[in-house]
RNA sequence: GCCCCCGUAGCUCAGGGGAUAGAGCAUCGGUUUCCUAAACCGAGGGUCACAGGUUCGAAUCCUGUCGGGGGUACCA
């Protein structure tokens, strides 16, 4: 290549056009850089293909480079080539995926719910995207620090207050705060008369009046209501607790609004020290310098600038975001942090970011993760807490009763069908009932493009068909009921594998997809994206059933063969319980 | 007004310079003496919103138009 090329230097770019390809009748891969190099060498692409593959050395990694079409070189890998790689990756613990050889800190901001709510479906996005993305950084060798952004310090609070104030039922709140604190912001919206919409912030009449009074007081230091706040505080994060354990997510911190209130001031008599901020109009503003935000400050000079003291002395979100970003810089010294949040906020990302970078945190790369939002069947953004919109736990039951009928459903027809069942436990019929019920939303959540919106469709998701987490994790309960059946014990083929028999084009195919593991999990950390690696799980479960329907294990015709298989099944079980554990989604032994 | 995102099969969506544009669902047809049929195999189904442009090559990049959604200084 670099004989042939005339500029050395875009000699990585002509390599990086080789890639999978897109239709299996033209080999594995394809390289498709005889096309512009003919461009540039004023040959014909042909020509130009036909010298590479007369060039190409000598090597068991290829069994064919033929030239196709205007220009294209197919690649071949040989067979050979690919059973030893497949027999060397099953004795590798983290299968052949190699930590990153630059590991970086990353700070990553998800989940971030308002406490003293209900937790809602709209709160599910970022706390499953970026669960996923603390898992596969973390697993590429990355130090990954997730932090709760908690909104710990909003006018639920001052509902709260006033209605622990005014209503309250003492008996029930010393048996269980909890439930009575829930009950009383409820309780509470609905005398402000509160609508679907959302925005207590926003309602008017007397009690309105007086939960912000409330509010404005906690934050003023009034020392009863912070007494409040530093008693409600447990009962909020209580309810939380167990919504996060049935999702399997576990949050390193959660520094919330409320940690950086003492911070505030600072960062605003920093700002205007620095002549970064200016005061406008009674508040304190960033003005948006040229530049500073790119795409629209130049050519717009009326794009708002952030506002981070209003009138009234109180700070704004993009105060505490700066604060922060102070902190986590100067705490965790990340090398990156991803904000997993909402498409809706861009512009307040966009701004943010440039303004962080004026304050002098220029070394840090930040992203904004955006995704989009979840949408009723009415095809309009979920955003109520209220009227008539699911809540995330109730959801979550919902799926696992499903997952629970769907398994007694299949375990009913295989008797009928005379197969050997055991009678699981309740407790073990639970387990898959959660696993396949809770997998099913993240999966649901997590198998699109993130910024692109979806409907919320329980059925769809709960669905056992198609490009599901069910479809997953039945592929590994099958892999894993093969091994049962077979009284095989795959500490084996994790320690001493055996040299890998290629003899069906299913066979081929499976093992293809295996050793392509590592590839795509850089690719979806490379763009934060964890579609990839679901479209991936799609394709190795799918080149799964061919092998299984095509290719018997336990019966194959000889005992290299089978132990062949064997391996193939253990490693295939291995690789998608790894990915599918990325994504923060359980498998289970049997189903 | 300005900014951002989106428009691909009946529906939900992948693909974001490369060959004849792919999946799932739905529809129609087939498969179970066989390691889990929560499975598999097959069929039909397309003006990649539209119009220009760049390119050897455009669903993909650029410009414009239309349509949908979102954001836009004292909520977060």
């Known amino acids: 290549m670099t004989a042939l090329a005339p500029d050395p230097a875009k000699v990585p770019d002509y390599l990086g056009m080789v890639k999978p390809s897109g239709d299996p009748k033209n080999g594995d891969y394809q390289a498709n850089f005889a096309m512009p190099l003919a461009k540039v060498l004023g040959k014909k692409p042909l020509e130009v293909a036909a010298e590479v593959v007369a060039k190409l050395p000598k090597n068991d990694l290829l069994e064919s480079a033929t030239v196709a079409g205007p220009g294209f070189i197919n690649l071949k890998l040989s067979d050979g080539w690919i059973a030893k790689q497949v027999q060397s990756i099953a ?36 706390t499953i995207i970026g669960d996923a993305l603390v898992r596969i950084l973390r697993f590429l060798g990355h130090t990954v620090i997730g932090d709760n952004h908690l909104g710990d310090w909003g006018t639920q609070f001052g509902i709260l207050i006033y209605g622990y104030k005014h209503h309250l039922e003492k008996a029930a709140f010393e048996k269980d705060p909890v439930r009575e604190l829930a009950r009383l912001y409820v309780h509470v919206r609905n005398l402000a008369k509160v609508a679907k919409d959302d925005d207590e912030d926003a309602a008017k009449g007397d009690v309105a009046d007086a939960y912000r009074a409330e509010t404005a007081k906690l934050h003023t230091g009034d020392p009863e209501n912070v007494a409040l ?13 167990p919504i996060y354990e049935r999702l399997d997510v576990k949050i390193d911190h959660a520094l ?14 920093d700002l205007l020290k620095k002549g970064i901020a200016a005061e406008k109009n009674g508040a304190v503003v960033l003005p948006n310098a040229a530049g500073v935000i790119k795409e629209t400050a130049e050519r717009d000079e009326n794009e708002p600038p952030p506002i981070i003291r209003k009138r009234d002395g109180a700070f704004t979100y993009t105060t505490t975001d700066l604060a922060t970003i102070k902190y986590r810089v100067e705490t965790w010294k990340p090398d990156v942090m991803l904000y ?6 861009a512009l307040h990302f966009k701004t943010l970011f440039a303004n962080a970078r004026r304050w002098g945190y220029s ?15 009415d095809k309009k953004p979920i955003r109520t807490r209220d009227g008539g919109t699911v809540e ?20 009913a027809e295989r008797k009928a069908h005379g197969h050997d069942v055991p009678e699981l436990t309740h407790d073990a019929k639970m387990e898959i009932a959660n696993a396949v019920g809770i997998g099913a939303v993240k999966y649901a959540d997590l198998s699109g493009n993130r910024v692109s919106d979806y409907v919320f469709d329980t059925d769809k998701m709960l669905s056992t068909e198609g490009n599901t987490a069910t479809y ?35 066979e081929r195919a499976l093992a293809l997809q295996l050793l392509k593991f590592e590839e795509v999990l850089s690719n979806a ?12 799980l799609w394709d190795v479960a799918k080149a799964f059933s061919g092998f299984f329907e095509g290719c018997p294990v336990l019966t194959a015709p000889s005992e290299e063969l089978k132990q062949s298989r064997l391996l193939l099944v253990d490693l295939t079980g291995r690789v998608i319980h790894t990915a599918l554990g990325l994504l923060g989604i359980r498998t289970v032994e049997r189903m």
Not at 363 to 377: M, R
Not at 396 to 404: F, I, K, P, Q, S
Request: hydrophobic letters at 40%; charged letters at 20%; a neutral charge.
């Open 340 to 345: 997993v949040v909402d498409a809706r906020q």
């Open 229 to 241: 706040w530093h008693q409600f505080m447990p009962a909020c994060l209580e309810m939380l607790r």
């Open 472 to 506: 997953m994790q039945y592929a590994y309960a099958r892999c894993r009921s093969i091994f049962r059946k077979g009284n095989a014990d795959e500490t084996a083929f994790r320690t001493s594998p055996p040299k890998v028999l290629l003899t069906h084009p299913s």
């Open 363 to 377: 070394n840090v790369e930040f992203h904004h993760i955006a995704f989009g939002s979840i949408l009723g069947k």
């Open 91 to 126: 004795a590798d613990t983290r299968l052949g995926v190699a930590k990153s050889p630059q590991p970086k800190t990353f700070v990553i901001d998800l989940s971030g719910p308002n406490v003293a709510k209900p937790l809602h479906v709209g709160h599910l996005r970022s």
């Open 525 to 536: 950390a490379a763009e934060y994206l964890p579609h990839y690696i679901t479209q991936y």
């Open 256 to 269: 919330g609004e409320s940690f950086y209130n003492p911070m505030l001031a600072g960062v605003v008599d």
């Open 392 to 411: 995330l736990s109730s959801l979550l039951d919902e799926a696992a009763e499903l997952g629970l009928k769907k398994y007694e459903e299949s375990y």
